[in-house]
């Protein structure tokens, strides 16, 4: 009878264990490597490594983006969230004026739309276009 009770402790230690394991992994955490320097939240980021963290559990749409390595991060937050249907961890970008604006986060769990900003879509396009056809000055005495 005792080795049948110290059995069933053990088992229920285990499982009790892998609960608690389970319900420690962090949602929503990604790591990627991002080789170009680009725009999220307005602000202007140095290419490298970063990590995408929720900034709770409470609210989904709040995600912390931080880079260790260039002390470089944003606070991010989407307007719109979706559970990911494959696992396909990853950022997208939308390039305008040769800037790369972050527009979407997928992690494991979910899908995050990142707004972009109108207003900074045009000043780009228009620093791109202005860059384009700037006027060539040849000077002459």
């Given amino acids: ?7 069933l402790a053990i088992a229920f230690l285990g499982f009790s264990a892998l609960a608690i394991a389970a319900k ?5 955490q990604l790591v990627i490597n991002i080789p170009y320097e680009f725009v999220v939240a307005s602000k202007t980021l140095p290419p490298g490594t970063y990590r995408v963290n929720r900034v709770s559990d409470l609210n989904e749409n709040e ?3 931080s880079s260790f390595e260039n002390r470089a991060g944003a606070f991010v937050i989407s307007t719109e969230v979706e559970d ?4 396909k961890p990853s950022f997208t970008f939308e390039e305008i ?5 972050l527009t979407k986060i997928e992690t494991a769990e979910h899908v995050f739309a990142i707004p972009l900003s109108r207003s900074a879509a045009l000043e780009a396009a228009m620093k791109s276009h202005q860059g384009s ?6 000077g002459s005495n």
């Avoid at 420690?24 to 929503?28: E, F, G, L, S, Y």
């Avoid at 056809?133 to 040849?138: E, F, M, N, P, V």
Wanted: glycine share 10%; net charge positive.
């Fill in 63 to 65: 995600l912390v983006l």
């Fill in 1 to 7: 009878m005792k080795k049948h009770f110290v059995r």
């Fill in 24 to 28: 420690a992994q962090v949602p929503d």
């Fill in 97 to 101: 004026g040769g800037q790369h604006f």
């Fill in 84 to 87: 990911a249907r494959v696992y």
């Fill in 133 to 138: 056809t700037g006027s060539a000055a040849s």
